[in-house]
Structures are given as C-alpha cells and as structure tokens.
C-alpha cells in the first residue's frame, strides 16, 4: 500500500536542556506527516466539503517504542506506509530513521471521519481515496525535502 517518506532537521525548539528529541514532538510529526502524505495524493483531509461537513481523521489509538535518541541537527526521515485499510478506518506505521538506524516507531489507527453542529461520525473512507491509498506509485509533496538515501 501506499507509502511517504520526507526529511525534516530536528530543532533546538524541538529539543530537551540536553538536545535530546522531547519524545512529544514523534506524536506531532505523525500527525503532520499524515496530512502531508494526504495533501500529496491531493486530498485536503480537513477541508469542509460542498455539504457543509468538516472532514477529519481523528486517531483512535497508538503504540510508541523508542529506540535510540535523536539528537539537535539531526536530519532525520519520516516513513509513513498505510498498513491497514477497513471500511470506516485506517492504520498507518511510522518510523524515524537517522540515516540506516531506526530512532524510533510507531503505530497508530485513525476513522475516516465528518462532523458538524450535532457532532462527528465515522463514515466509510471513498471509493477514490482508497484507490489512492492502495497506490504503490512514489509520492512526493513540493513543500517538503524527499530524503536522499
């Protein structure tokens, strides 16, 4: 299934008083990276569509184990591969790599989701996005680095 990967600098701000990674930060790039890879399909997961409703995929649940410490500068890579399509939900598995080393990885499970004044739902995820999420075609987004392996 589909596959993302992009560069990113850990920085200062990023960092605890010893310029290690504040572990945080892996939980936030997982959802930013999520809606880069979905924003490079072409596909605003948050927009609000023609009949009013906020899209969104709200995440359900994930499992983290670190590995090793990500350090001030480094360059480190985001690979995101979508590991599980249902019909209302998805998983995704993430890991971060300096350079070979995996720093750390994750798990995690989002719905394919719409809500509005009386509240959010889960709805089966469309019938083009999920053809978009079985591509095994290279993604790329003109807003982030691609890593140079």
Same mark, same amino acid.
């Given at each position: 299934? +589909?596959?993302? +990967?992009?560069?990113?600098?850990l920085?200062?701000?990023?960092?605890?008083?010893a310029?290690i990674?504040?572990?945080p930060?892996?939980a936030r790039w997982?959802v930013?990276?999520?809606?880069?890879?979905f924003?490079?399909m072409g596909i605003?997961p948050?927009?609000v569509?023609?009949s009013?409703?906020q899209r969104?995929l709200?995440?359900?649940?994930?499992n983290?184990?670190?590995?090793?410490?990500?350090?001030?500068?480094d360059r480190?890579?985001?690979?995101?591969?979508?590991s599980?399509?249902?019909t209302?939900?998805l998983?995704?598995?993430?890991?971060?790599?300096?350079?070979e080393?995996?720093?750390?990885e994750?798990?995690?499970?989002r719905?394919?989701?719409?809500s509005?004044a009386s509240?959010?739902r889960?709805i089966?995820?469309p019938?083009?996005?999920r053809?978009?999420?079985?591509?095994?075609?290279?993604?790329t987004?003109p807003l982030?680095r691609s890593?140079?392996y």
């Amino acid at each position: 299934m +589909r596959e993302f +990967r992009y560069e990113r600098l850990l920085q200062w701000s990023e960092c605890d008083p010893a310029g290690i990674i504040f572990f945080p930060h892996y939980a936030r790039w997982m959802v930013e990276g999520v809606n880069l890879m979905f924003l490079a399909m072409g596909i605003d997961p948050n927009e609000v569509t023609a009949s009013g409703m906020q899209r969104g995929l709200p995440s359900t649940g994930f499992n983290m184990q670190f590995l090793a410490p990500a350090k001030l500068h480094d360059r480190l890579v985001h690979e995101i591969v979508v590991s599980r399509l249902g019909t209302k939900s998805l998983s995704f598995k993430h890991r971060f790599l300096r350079r070979e080393e995996c720093l750390a990885e994750a798990e995690e499970v989002r719905v394919w989701a719409e809500s509005n004044a009386s509240g959010l739902r889960a709805i089966a995820v469309p019938e083009p996005v999920r053809a978009l999420l079985k591509s095994t075609e290279p993604l790329t987004h003109p807003l982030v680095r691609s890593p140079s392996y």
